[in-house]
Structures are given as C-alpha cells and as structure tokens.
C-alpha cells in the first residue's frame, strides 16, 4: 500500500524534471500532459497532470493498493460508514485499467482507494489524452478533485 498524491502542475516537463531531482527516481510512466513516479522510497504514487488553469494545484489524494480483493474490503468499510461517493470498476484512466473506490470529505477533497489491474491497456481504452482524473477534478470548486 502506498499514499497517492496528485498534482495538477503548470508545466508537465518543469514539473518532472524537479519531482525526478526530488525524489531522485525517474517517472514510471509519462504520456503526454501526464507523468507518475512510483517510489518505493518513501511509498508514494506521485501522479501530474498538467492543467495551467487548475484553480488547485492539489488535484486529489488516493491510497493505492497492490493485493486483489482491498478495494472491496475498502468499499464495503466506507459504505458501512456512509461516506462512499463513487465506484469505477474496471475502469481506464490515466493509463491504467483500475477498480477504484471514491470518498468526498467534508470540504470536498476527493479520496480514492484504488487497485491498477493493467498498468498497460490498449491506447483505445484511454479516455483522451489520458486526461480523465485530470477532466474530473482539476477545476474542482471545492478546491481539490
């Protein structure tokens, strides 16, 4: 399991550069208006959208977990407690196919608990450009995605 931090960024190439320096790790995969670092060190999915006129930069949070079957337990804790805002299964974004699980807390920061299943899909399963996270959450008016 590691934390999940995604940016909307300026500048995907100035960003990249400085987040590689950062980290000292290379982006594990860069599309265009798109990069994310998975470092082991510490355990962090850092993903960049690239969104000049994001009102915020911080585009959203999530946990991402690696073992089958932690996105349904995740889904059925935060439905026991009332705070489930949406489920994507099987779902493309951002490059990846993943189950995904949605919490919206109460200023209106978006969370997402999710399992990538093809790290690879086939370009048409993309939404354009890869920009579905980025579409949904860059101008978020409660500030965050």
Same mark, same amino acid.
């Given at each position: 399991?590691? &934390?999940?931090?995604?940016?909307?960024?300026?500048?995907?190439d100035?960003? +990249? *550069?400085?987040?590689?320096k950062?980290f000292?790790?290379a982006p594990?995969?860069?599309?265009?208006?798109?990069?994310?670092?998975?470092?082991?060190?510490?355990? /962090?999915?850092?993903? &960049?959208?690239?969104?000049?006129?994001?009102?915020e930069r /911080?585009?959203? &949070?999530?946990?991402?977990?690696?073992?089958?079957?932690?996105?349904e337990?995740t /889904?059925?804790?935060? #439905?026991?407690?009332?705070? +489930?805002?949406?489920?994507?299964? =099987?779902?493309?974004?951002?490059h990846?196919?993943?189950d995904k699980? !949605?919490?919206?807390?109460p200023d209106? /920061?978006? !969370?997402? !608990?999710?399992?990538? #299943?093809?790290d690879?899909?086939?370009?048409e399963?993309?939404a354009? =450009?890869g920009?579905c996270c *980025? =579409? &949904?959450?860059?101008g978020?008016?409660?500030?965050a995605?």
């Open positions: 399991m590691r &934390l999940q931090l995604a940016l909307n960024v300026r500048d995907i100035e960003a +990249v *550069a400085y987040y590689t950062l000292g790790a594990h995969k860069r599309r265009a208006g798109y990069a994310n670092f998975a470092i082991d060190a510490p355990p /962090l999915k850092l993903v &960049l959208f690239e969104s000049p006129g994001a009102r /911080l585009n959203h &949070l999530g946990v991402e977990v690696m073992e089958p079957g932690e996105v337990n /889904l059925q804790r935060l #439905t026991a407690a009332g705070i +489930v805002d949406e489920v994507q299964c =099987d779902t493309t974004c951002c990846a196919t993943q699980v !949605w919490s919206r807390e209106g /920061l978006r !969370w997402e !608990w999710y399992r990538i #299943t093809d690879d899909p086939a370009p399963r993309n354009p =450009d920009a *980025a =579409d &949904l959450h860059a978020d008016a409660a500030g995605g």
